[in-house]
């Protein structure tokens, strides 16, 4: 079973990590057919690590994790912690299939995005 983790970098302000919740909440709704599971996780300020999100993943039957860093640009979240952390966390699992997808603002269709926000009103 496939199953979607969205990694964020995690806020002392919980409306900013509400909003991940509600992206997970939405993308749940949306990708059910293909990802049953969608869980999402914060490096940093927020209880569900990395590590806890990929065992709440294999506990729900996740066979195949696709990893999403849900960053803007490719720091070392990106590019060193979120690699390491996915590793470490799943390496306890033999058969599980990790694979951590480039991040959002490396997406061709980010232009898009943003144009659509500055010629329309809805975000």
Request: glycine letters at 4%; aromatic letters at 6%.
């Amino acid at each position: 079973m496939q199953a979607l983790l969205i990694i964020s970098h995690g806020s002392r302000r919980a409306v900013s990590n509400n909003e991940l919740l509600s992206l997970e909440k939405n993308l749940r709704l949306e990708l059910a057919d293909s990802y049953p599971i969608v869980e999402s996780a914060f490096l940093e300020f927020f209880p569900q690590s990395i590590a806890k999100a990929i065992n709440k993943c294999v506990e729900e039957g996740a066979t195949t994790i696709k990893v999403l860093p849900y960053f803007l640009a490719a720091g070392v979240h990106v590019t060193d912690d979120i690699p390491s952390e996915v590793k470490l966390a799943s390496e306890h699992y033999q058969s599980l299939n990790v694979d951590i997808l480039p991040h959002i603002g490396s997406s061709e269709k980010i232009t898009s995005v943003i144009s659509s926000m500055l010629t329309t009103t809805e975000i």
